[in-house]
DNA sequence: TTGAAAGCGCTAACAA
DNA sequence: TTGTTAGCGCTTTCAA
């Protein structure tokens, strides 16, 4: 655990840049050109602070003429609180995330929290990158679609991070994660074909060892089981790619007994197994085929894949994943929980689910 | 500007977060636990520290016992380098930019940045979210396909952080910009359209008041115009949307005389196109219509589409980006650029080039 | 309602 | 090679 020790890491860094440009303004400047104390500065940018309004007025509009900004980390330095969401995600693939990375920074910002980024490949690298993000001292670390050794969660406790996980979850913790439903919207896709009547079931399935992926095949196979159908063919595709779907639909489809309709693991392992099935094998969808996918990406309403699929409410899991933060950092017996936000199955075409309808 | 004063920002956060956790563990434990100064830990930390190596591993290998780490905000305080990089993001819906911001993170990562990102609309949104950012005393702001106002920039470089634009650019300031050559990138398709005989051209536009989308259709204008050829239909799509592509193209296809030949502002504009061109209007490509978009993102690769395009150079733009943000940061006497990136064709089959190749 | 002083965790000049 | 001291920019008791 060595310093940064890099090339950016130069002595002559600071300097060059303050000869670039002007030293920042602090609050010793304005104290001294209004002739009040650093205090009163610091009370002025302080909400709840005893102040007569006209001082507040008078150092705001001198901080305004001179472009003063309280420095966050000071501040942060002696608050304890860094106002610092520290965020990792990985699977960047996957245009579900930056869409709910976008809103959820968006929110996070109207909490006045900023959000420092990690992107991470699907392997270790989340565990890896944790540490150097706990040194900025993060107010709390969300970890988005990627997993995280019980190991390194102890390790941002120790340091004092809360951390919340969005769409994963950990067995075994009492870490505090927010994830759609997949159980329950395996089960659905179930009940959606055997109530149409199909009878040769298969399931796409994506990384193997995600908690999405293994959730949404088990309540499929679950329900299906339930209600006494034959077991799912299984196709794996290894992850959750286009590339992926795309040649597991083809393998798929050399299997025998060939099934009439698949659950694939999400939207972009759909819409390839719909390109495969569409362009490599001549197949008309739905009349050969049918295909739930699972996320609702904006893709999925495109005319060409029209694809039925469970949508995640990423609003309302960025909303629950907001309050719960909130109790994370306001309320010290709030005991973590694992919170699972029912998706809902949104029809488009590329499913035929006819008569029962 | 006042305090953040938000519903986070209760008194009790830190009080109920050190409850749940506990305290972090500083120079000054290391120090007392092995008997030496706190200046003696922190040289054990800075690589080019005149330290004993022997005391340096004693200090080290006690950090990691204790879970130490420096605080880099304290750190920052007095080194006057944050290591952080502030980046801000526009047009999240563009399948290009995740994947820039992915590896930009990554590669400022390397060099010691830890990358804190602010997602904006299209709008104003960024000269907005841009003072928040640098309460932060990032070591440089990356603005990644958004406007900045000059006022904006003028703001950053008064409180010392240095800019960086990418894939845009601004008028009449020395503002370091990295951005690919859409000049060129549109001369390149004018003459490839050109050299395959067509005549009769046209231009989806995007976002009507980005430099991408202008100098793109400049530079096809003006080639076409360099070779005497009609100047092209130009369709205003409204924005960088499929959406926007999938109707622009309707439109298009309604004015007179019928283009042979469209390009389009980007790939997913282009995408957008190429749907409605088939499911609308139930031509072939390239039977009936050859189309060219730009970036090559992962899509365009897609079977179903086999988008030609020409692919912006995401790696060399993000290495040159790093490089430059070096100079910015070591030497006091580089004079901001503006650096252009040629792009390059990426020959598929949405365009038919045939016999001049 | 304000100012003085202490100190957050760390680094850097200076002494030893 | 190490410790002592000062102080980065800010907030926060405590006095006035």
Not at 122 to 144: F, S
Not at 293 to 317: C, E, K
Request: proline share 5%; hydrophobic share 40%; aromatic share 6%.
């Amino acid at each position: 655990m060595s310093n940064t020790g890099n090339d950016l890491d130069k002595h002559t860094a600071a300097s060059a840049r303050r000869a670039r440009i002007g030293r920042r303004v602090t609050a010793r400047d304005i104290a001294r050109s209004l002739g009040v104390s650093i205090s009163t500065v610091s009370r002025a940018f302080t909400n709840d602070a005893v102040i007569k309004p006209a001082t507040r007025d008078r150092v705001l509009a001198e901080a305004r003429r001179l472009g003063y900004t309280p420095d966050s980390l000071a501040r942060g330095l002696i608050t304890r609180r860094s106002s610092i969401a520290g965020i990792a995600v990985a699977d960047i693939t996957n245009p579900f995330y930056p869409e709910v990375l976008a809103t959820l920074t968006r929110r996070l910002h109207e909490s006045g929290l900023q959000s420092m980024v990690f992107f991470a490949g699907p392997g270790r690298q989340v565990d890896e990158a944790l540490p150097t993000l706990l040194q900025y001292n993060p107010d709390v670390a969300v970890i988005l679609a990627a997993t995280l050794s019980s190991e390194t969660i102890r390790t941002c406790e120790q340091a004092g991070t809360p951390v919340v996980l969005f769409n994963r979850y950990v067995n075994n913790t009492d870490t505090l994660a927010i994830s759609c439903d997949n159980l329950g919207g395996g089960r659905l896709v179930a009940d959606t074909f055997l109530d149409a009547g199909y009878q040769r079931l298969a399931y796409i399935s994506g990384l193997p060892d995600t908690s999405t992926n293994r959730d949404r095949l088990k309540g499929f196979s679950e329900r299906i089981r339930e209600r006494e159908g034959d077991p799912p063919l299984v196709e794996d595709a290894g992850s959750f790619s286009y590339e992926s779907g795309f040649n597991a639909l083809k393998r798929l489809m050399d299997r025998r007994p060939t099934p009439e309709a698949v659950f694939c693991a999400n939207d972009i392992v759909a819409i390839g197994a719909l390109d495969a099935a569409k362009v490599e094998l001549g197949m008309k969808i739905p009349r050969d085929l049918s295909v739930i996918g699972f996320d609702d990406i904006s893709m999925a309403a495109w005319p060409p894949y029209s694809l039925t699929t469970v949508r995640q409410p990423a609003n309302a899991m960025v909303n629950l994943t907001l309050e719960k933060i909130e109790c994370l950092l306001t309320d010290s017996d709030y005991q973590p929980e694992q919170l699972f936000v029912p998706g809902r199955l949104i029809q488009r075409t590329s499913a035929r689910l006819g008569e029962s309808l």
